[in-house]
Each structure stands twice: as C-alpha cells, then as structure tokens.
C-alpha cells in the first residue's frame, strides 16, 4: 500500500460524515463483517478497523449490491477520541446484557450503542444506570484499550457505478439532516 494516491482529485472533493454508511466487506475466510464508511464521497471512504488487513482488494456489499473496492492508504490510529468512543459502547453493551431483563430498556441501549459518537450522551445514559465511570478510570480503560486493541484507520477508492448509487440514496436520505444542520447554524448555534 502507498501514501501516493495515483488520483489526487479524490482527496480534493467534498467527503460527508454526517452519516455512516454500514457495509460488509469479505474476510480473507470468506465471511461477511461489517465496516462503518466514514468521510465518504463518490469515489470513496474511509473506515476503522481492529485488525491490519492483508489484502488491498476489498469485496464490499450493501444489501444485495456487490463492488470491489482498493485500500489505497492505511494508518495505525491512536485518537484517543475514537478509542473512548470503543470503551464507551463495551461499557454500554455490558450494561444491556446485564438487564436483558427488561427487553424494552436493552433494545434501546443496543439501538444507542450502535450510533456512531454521541459520546457524552452515552456517559450520561451510562451514569443514570449506576455505572459512571471517573476521568481517570476512562482515561485508564482508554490507554488499556490502545495497547491491548490498536485500531487502524483505511482509506479505500471505489470505482463502481454501485457505490456512485449508494453515496447519492445516502445524500437523498440524509439532506434533511444536512439542512437542519445549515439552518441551526445561521441561527448560531453550536
């Protein structure tokens, strides 16, 4: 894998993360997994992973629409943002296997903990459930997460009139939520 990317333009278009796209991508065993996109745009994405990737070749599928995908780059990522965002959903997802009990109350943390960020709503949800954790208790379960699990960060270009049809039913779903966004922020708010 190279820092060159041989097609600049990619890196110079607009890229969205207001939402996650979920795909599946084939493991090297020929089992499907899951991979959020993240900063995407019509000719690619980028994700985070567990585990360094042996191949460049990505087969990727949402649905039933299949196209092949190229990790063009690929980092070791150390932001201890997203690794807290790791540890946070763990905890979330010990509390709802604690209370399956309550299959109303456990439906609604499984839902949460699959929402990408929204970390300090998470901590207060967490915390109104008895389960708070200290600054330095997190920042504890953080450095043990970076040594124990390094995440890394891929970059991947699509050339697929498939993934071109994925971003643009993303944009169309979603410019509800890029209008509300425009609009609270000509009112000034963060």
Request: aromatic residues 8%.
């Amino acid at each position: 894998m190279t820092d060159v990317d041989p097609n600049p333009m990619a890196r110079n278009d607009d890229r969205h993360s207001h939402i996650g796209i979920r795909l599946q991508y084939r493991t090297p065993d020929e089992k499907w997994e899951y991979l959020e996109a993240l900063e995407w745009n019509a000719v690619g994405f980028n994700f985070y992973h567990a585990d360094a990737l042996p191949s460049p070749e990505l087969q990727l599928r949402r649905g039933l629409t299949r196209f092949t995908g190229t990790i063009t780059w690929q980092s070791l990522n150390t932001s201890d943002d997203v690794v807290l965002a790791t540890v946070v959903n763990r905890l979330l997802y010990a509390k709802a296997k604690g209370i399956a009990d309550n299959p109303q109350l456990h439906l609604r943390l499984i839902k949460l903990l699959r929402v990408p960020g929204m970390v300090p709503e998470k901590l207060k949800v967490l915390a109104s459930l008895g389960a708070s954790q200290s600054d330095a208790k997190m920042a504890e379960l953080v450095a043990q997460r970076k040594q124990e699990h390094p995440t890394y960060h891929y970059g991947v270009r699509v050339q697929s009139t498939a993934w071109v049809g994925i971003v643009e039913s993303a944009l169309s779903v979603s410019s509800v939520l890029v209008s509300l966004d425009r609009w609270s922020g000509a009112l000034g708010k963060p």
